[in-house]
C-alpha cells in the first residue's frame, strides 16, 4: 500500500481477528501526555522551576541522558510515555470501571519503537507492583504476525477502536513526528496560560525534516523560546548548549530516531520496489498532519474522554492521583555493562 496510507481501522480489525480482547488508541495515552507535560512546563514556568523542560516520552532519548547528561536529568519532564501512561490507567481506572482484576489484564503495546521493550521493563514503570505494559511488539512484528496468520490486510474492513479508551484529538496523532510533540504541548499550554481558547494552533515553526529547529512563540505576551531535535546527534549538540549555559531555551523536544516515531527502528523497512527519491519520512509526517487537520477536535485538553477520566478519577493535571499513574523517575546509567 502506498506509504503514508492511514490503516488505522484495518490495524483495529487484525489485532482482533489475532485474538485480542479490547484495541485501544495509544493516542489517548497522548492526550494524557500533553495534559500532564503541559501542566508541568506551566507550573515551572510560574515558578521559576528547572528550565528548559525537556520531553520524557522517547526512550531510546531518556537512556541517553541517563547515561551521558545524568546532572541535567532535573531537565527532564517527569511524564511518562503515551503507552506507559495508557498501561497505567488500564489497570486502575479501567480495570475499576469494568470490576476486572488488574493482575488479570494483559497490556500489549504496538510501537513503532524497538526501544519501548527496555522502557517497559524498567522498574520506575510500575503501579502497586504491576507493569504498567506486559508486552510490546513493534509494527514490523505485528505486520508479519498478520502475513502468519493469512490475514489479507488490504480487502479488511475498518473496525473501531473499543470505549471509552478509543478518542483521540489531532495533537496527539501528530506525536508520531518531530516537532509534534511540542506543537500538541503548546496548544493546550497556550490555552492554560491565556486562560482562553487561542485560536492559532498550527505552529509551523517546529514543523519540518530538519534535525534542529528552533522557534521563538509568543505566548500571552511571553515569548517562549523553543527547539525540537531529533537524532542522538542533535540532541547532543543541545544538550551541550544546555550544559554549558549557551541555551535560553524554555522547552525542548528531542527523539532519538530522526524524523520522530514514524522513523522508529520497528517500523516496515522500505522495499526495493520503493524509488530511492521517495521521501518516507515525509509521507508518513504528512499523513500524521492530514489526520490532525481532519480531526474535530485538536486539542488534548478538550477531549471528552480525558476530561471525563479527570472529573471521575485523577482530579486534575499534575494531582496527586495523576502523579502516581502517570509520573516517574530517572536514574543515572553506566555507559557500558560487562
Given at each position: 500500500m502506498p506509504i503514508g496510507t492511514n490503516v488505522t481501522g484495518k490495524m483495529v480489525t487484525a489485532l482482533k481477528r489475532l485474538g485480542f480482547d479490547k484495541v485501544f488508541d495509544t493516542?489517548?495515552?497522548?492526550d494524557f501526555t500533553i495534559m500532564e507535560e503541559a501542566n508541568e512546563f506551566v507550573e515551572r514556568v510560574k515558578s521559576k522551576g528547572t528550565l528548559p523542560m525537556i520531553t520524557s516520552c522517547s526512550p531510546g532519548w531518556v537512556k541517553y541522558i541517563e547515561?551521558?547528561?545524568?546532572?541535567?536529568?532535573?531537565?527532564?519532564?517527569t511524564c511518562k510515555s503515551p503507552h506507559q501512561m495508557f498501561g497505567a490507567l488500564i489497570k486502575s481506572y479501567y480495570a475499576e470501571k469494568e470490576g476486572i482484576d488488574p493482575n488479570k489484564i494483559y497490556v500489549v503495546s504496538v510501537m513503532p519503537c524497538i526501544a519501548k521493550k527496555f522502557e517497559?521493563?524498567?522498574?520506575?514503570?510500575?503501579?502497586?507492583?504491576l507493569n504498567d505494559v506486559d508486552n510490546v511488539?513493534?509494527?514490523r512484528e505485528l505486520s508479519r504476525m498478520i502475513k502468519q496468520a493469512n490475514i489479507e490486510f488490504e480487502g479488511l474492513e475498518d473496525s473501531q477502536f473499543d470505549n471509552p479508551m478509543g478518542e483521540a484529538t489531532g495533537a496527539a496523532a501528530i506525536f508520531g513526528t518531530t516537532g509534534g510533540v511540542m506543537e500538541a504541548a503548546l496548544r493546550t499550554a497556550g490555552d492554560w496560560l491565556t486562560g482562553e481558547s487561542l485560536e492559532k494552533i498550527d505552529f509551523e515553526a517546529v514543523r519540518?525534516?530538519?534535525?534542529?529547529?528552533?522557534?521563538?512563540v509568543n505566548i500571552a505576551g511571553n515569548d517562549i523560546k523553543v527547539v525540537a531535535a531529533s537524532g542522538l546527534a542533535n540532541a547532543q549538540k543541545i544538550m551541550e548548549e544546555i550544559k554549558f549555559g549557551k541555551a535560553d531555551y524554555q522547552?525542548?523536544?528531542?527523539?532519538a530516531c530522526p524524523g520522530g516515531c514514524v522513523m522508529g527502528g520497528g517500523q516496515p523497512i522500505k522495499n526495493s520496489k520503493v524509488r530511492r527519491d521517495v521521501d518516507v519520512r515525509k509521507l508518513r509526517a504528512?499523513?500524521?498532519?492530514s489526520i490532525d487537520e481532519k480531526s474535530v477536535i485538536r486539542k488534548s485538553h478538550e477531549n471528552p474522554v480525558v476530561k471525563k477520566i479527570y472529573e471521575e478519577y485523577l482530579e486534575k493535571p499534575g494531582g496527586h492521583k495523576a502523579h502516581e499513574l502517570?509520573?516517574?523517575h530517572y536514574v543515572e546509567r553506566p555507559k557500558y555493562t560487562d
Open positions: 493516542n489517548t495515552g497522548a547515561m551521558n547528561y545524568p546532572e541535567l536529568l532535573p531537565h527532564l519532564s517497559r521493563q524498567r522498574d520506575e514503570m510500575k503501579v502497586n507492583g511488539i513493534t509494527t519540518g525534516e530538519e534535525g534542529i529547529k528552533k522557534a521563538t522547552f525542548v523536544e528531542i527523539m504528512d499523513s500524521l498532519y502517570l509520573h516517574t
